[in-house]
């Protein structure tokens, strides 16, 4: 990016677009990720435990940017940007964050995912070291978070997303406008879960 912005001050042209996606979730359709990307981790291992931690902000977003949708972005608004968009439409750096401001709030999500938070965040480290403790070698359904367990003692999970109103407009009008959490993109993502063996399948 600095390589760029020398140019670009250098009067080089403006043939680059850049991109800074947020936290890639599943395919809005399909469900298909990464099963192993922190995100991912977090909502199976919240779901497993049958227990999420409490945050000093609850309020705070958990960004879920579908694959989808910041696919079709960078597609559409590459080709837009070197098709020459009008000049209203450029930024002076063509620098495009793709979070979702239309994410969830953290306790909203876990509403909808129908995990309880424990009362303290001791009390959730605690819940998960004996569980993860308890867990035999073989599990068909390890918890992900044991890799995580050294950096959850050191602090909890960090969450969030830009919200940025101007931000979202613009990219609607580029046609890309942030796509809604909702309870069923949520179970979609979960059904994957399940299919991928990482969750048990709902009775």
Not at 91 to 116: H, I, K, M, R
Request: charged share 20%.
């Amino acid at each position: 990016e600095n390589a760029n912005a020398a140019a670009r001050s250098a009067g080089a042209p403006a043939r680059y677009s850049i991109f800074r996606p947020g936290a890639i979730s599943g395919h809005s359709v399909t469900g298909d990720c990464n099963i192993g990307d922190s995100l991912n981790r977090y909502l199976v291992g919240f779901r497993l435990l049958g227990l999420a931690p409490p945050l000093p902000d609850m309020r705070v977003r958990v960004d879920m940017s579908p694959v989808d949708w910041v696919a079709g972005a960078i597609g559409g608004i590459a080709t837009q940007e070197a098709g020459g968009a009008a000049p209203r439409e450029r930024c002076e750096t063509p620098c495009f964050t793709l979070d979702n401001g239309a994410s969830l709030p953290y306790e909203d999500l876990l509403t909808e995912l129908d995990v309880p938070v424990a009362p303290s965040y001791e009390a959730w480290l605690a819940e998960l070291q004996a569980a993860l403790e308890a867990e035999p070698e073989a599990a068909p359904h390890p918890n992900p978070l044991r890799g995580l367990l050294g950096a959850l003692k050191a602090a909890p999970p960090s969450f969030g997303s830009t919200g940025s109103k101007a931000h979202m407009a613009h990219l609607a009008e580029r046609g890309h406008p942030c796509p809604t959490v909702t309870p069923a993109l949520l179970r979609t993502y979960l059904r994957r879960f399940e299919e991928e063996g990482a969750l048990p399948r709902a009775a």
